[in-house]
């Protein structure tokens, strides 16, 4: 185990390089450089584009700025933002709370739910809970987040005149509103997820439940709670929580489009309006910590994996 | 060792039908066999469809706006209503199939055309150029799918052919990886061995020998790589990132802008949603179809 966490690590490092590397050549591929983004709207002279060039080291080559980059951004120093003029690092912590607890909130919902309905819909196989249970998760796999989240906002809206409050309020200071924000965001993201791990749950109890240890269970007349709980879905749950970790992409991914729709301030609202305000630096830095996060949280989830199941350390 | 093909229940029926009516078996065959997967075939037919006879079934002109006649609910003149500026929803659903049929074959194109080619190669010839590629693909993949789209976009600038550019790209990693994998496990087969025995160049052995061999995992990805391209696309347009008003994109349709007008319209808000969900799951279905009859290999993998 430690000889496979120790590779594991090891091997995250080229990935990382990786990724400077990308998003350095991608916010480089942009035609027309940061200062002319900055500057377009203001007469300026060629003189103030040279001297601003030379502020932020563009006039140097291409290598060099990547290693200027990359130095700082080891240091911990990930620029100033364009648009603001304060550290691209300040804004990014002000913002992380926000998403996390978005993330980690529709990662809750989306188990919550697709737990029992997978367990349901495989005790209960071919009886119309399963096909009920079916059929909401295959819409829930092809229903776009975007649309399931203005559906939350605008259907409320109608049927009961409610709509989640519009200016953001952190947990800390008022908790029961902002779950009311985030919470309908949660379950839009979460919904996808959900019937991915609710499908997993459904298929892989179904395999358990024809186990010769789970018709011992049922022949020593244990009740159908215990067979299904204790013996049957301890072993179900490891395929459902290998697909339950593979839902990160979307999840992260998700975060920009959810914060959009419902107004939360937190990183991926920011990488929105980054883009919108042209503002390279902020977006780079965003870039590059969205990416840091998904290959540490990978990591994890396979060190977990591989925790849960020996044999996955000796593929 | 040759392995003499069984024939399947089918083609023993098939055997004493006309062209005509064995088609027609087939189709039946399938129905019975995988109905979920004939619902997804049906449903990207009808996205073809749409897309290709736009002009003749849109009964009106996408762009047209009918003045007076904005916010129209569904039924009557307008089947599915207008939009605020008084233009025909259903056309400009109609029309939107295009859009979303012509991202996702070019996407597609470029993501599993990319893909193919370099899995095909550092799968067969390994060593350190597999090396190389591997630790490029580790570096995509280490981005959200649409966090690498918006960042492709921005750089290269909002438009239609952007997001078909950076979809696509979006989508090498995966394809390659796939790809590569099936290379893998067709480079040890006998009859590889056995072409290169006779004198076989490299380039035959790629292209006449193990292509074929991973065209069924190939086409699963295409297949359902359409469904997350045209995904991809609506999600860009949606957050403005993809197509420009006016192009009766659908993600466009639902983009923020129109949301109070959705809460007293409604059907705004749904028919372009519903158009896009029944899209991909018309491709999802098919390609968990496909993956059932071609390849057990990957079934239930994702």
């Known amino acids: ?315 | 060792m040759t392995t003499a093909r069984r024939l399947s229940a089918q083609e023993v029926v098939l055997s004493g039908l006309t062209r005509g009516q064995a088609g027609g078996v087939v189709v039946l065959h399938l129905c019975q066999r995988k109905p979920l997967g004939a619902f997804g075939a049906f449903l990207v037919l009808a996205l073809i469809f749409s897309a290709a006879l736009a002009p003749v079934v849109a009964p009106f002109d996408p762009l047209e706006q009918f003045s007076g006649k904005a916010f129209r609910p569904p039924g009557g003149e307008f089947l599915l209503g207008t939009d605020y500026a008084g233009r025909d929803m259903l056309s400009r659903l109609i029309w939107g199939a295009r859009i979303s049929l012509m991202v996702g074959i070019i996407a597609v194109t470029i993501g599993t055309g990319f893909g193919t080619l370099l899995g095909l190669v550092s799968g067969f010839w390994g060593g350190r150029f597999d090396l190389g590629v591997q630790r490029v693909i580790d570096a995509m993949q280490a981005f959200p799918g649409l966090v690498l789209n918006l960042a492709i976009v921005a750089s290269l600038g909002k438009s239609t052919e952007n997001v078909m550019i950076a979809v696509g790209i979006t989508m090498i990693a995966g394809a390659t990886r796939i790809v590569r994998s099936a290379v893998l496990s067709t480079r040890e087969n006998q009859y590889i061995e056995a072409a290169r025995a006779v004198g076989c160049r490299d380039s035959r052995i790629l292209l006449w020998h193990v292509l074929p061999n991973v065209m069924a995992p190939i086409l699963i990805i295409a297949t359902v790589g359409l469904g997350s391209a045209i995904l991809a696309e609506s999600s860009l347009s949606f957050l403005g990132m993809g197509s420009q008003p006016p192009n009766p994109s659908w993600g466009l349709m639902l983009s923020g802008s129109g949301r109070a007008n959705m809460i007293s319209s409604p059907w705004l808000a749904i028919f372009p949603g519903l158009a896009i969900s029944l899209t991909v799951m018309g491709f999802n279905l098919l390609g968990d179809a496909l993956r059932d009859l071609w390849d057990p290999r990957l079934r239930g993998s994702r």
């Open chain 1, 1 to 315: 185990m430690r000889e496979y966490i120790i590779r594991r690590v090891l091997l995250m490092f080229p990935t990382l390089f990786g990724v400077t590397l990308a998003v350095f050549i991608l916010m480089h591929l942009a035609p027309g450089d940061v200062v002319m983004a900055k500057l377009s709207e203001d007469y300026v002279t060629q003189e103030h584009i040279d001297r601003m060039r030379a502020e932020l080291g563009l006039d140097k080559p291409l290598y060099e700025q990547y290693l200027f980059w990359v130095t700082n951004v080891l240091r911990g120093d990930l620029g100033t933002s364009l648009w603001s003029a304060t550290p691209v690092r300040d804004e990014l912590a002000r913002r992380i709370p926000v998403s996390a607890e978005l993330a980690i909130l529709s990662m809750a919902v989306s188990i919550a739910i697709a737990l029992p309905l997978g367990v349901l819909s495989a005790i209960r196989q071919d009886t119309v809970a399963d096909y009920v249970g079916r059929f909401l998760s295959i819409s829930a796999l092809s229903a776009p987040n975007f649309w399931l989240g203005t559906l939350i906002l605008v259907l409320p809206a109608i049927w009961f005149g409610w709509a989640p409050p519009v200016r953001y309020v952190p947990l800390t200071q008022d908790p029961w509103m902002n779950l009311q924000q985030v919470l309908p965001a949660a379950l839009a993201l979460g919904a996808h997820s959900s019937a991915v791990v609710m499908r997993m749950s459904r298929s892989t109890l179904l395999e358990v439940l024809r186990q010769d240890y789970v018709r011992t269970a049922w022949a020593k007349g244990l009740s159908e709670r215990v067979v299904v709980v204790r013996h049957a879905l301890k072993n179900a749950l490891i395929p459902v929580i290998t697909i339950w970790g593979s839902q990160l992409s979307h999840l992260l991914g998700g975060t920009v489009v959810m914060e959009t729709i419902f107004s939360l301030p937190g990183v991926g609202l920011a990488t929105f309006q980054a883009i919108e305000r042209r503002d390279f630096v902020q977006l780079q830095g965003n870039v590059l910590f969205i990416a840091g996060v998904f290959v540490v949280m990978n990591l994890l989830v396979d060190l977990t994996y591989s925790w849960l199941d020996p044999r996955i350390r000796y593929r």
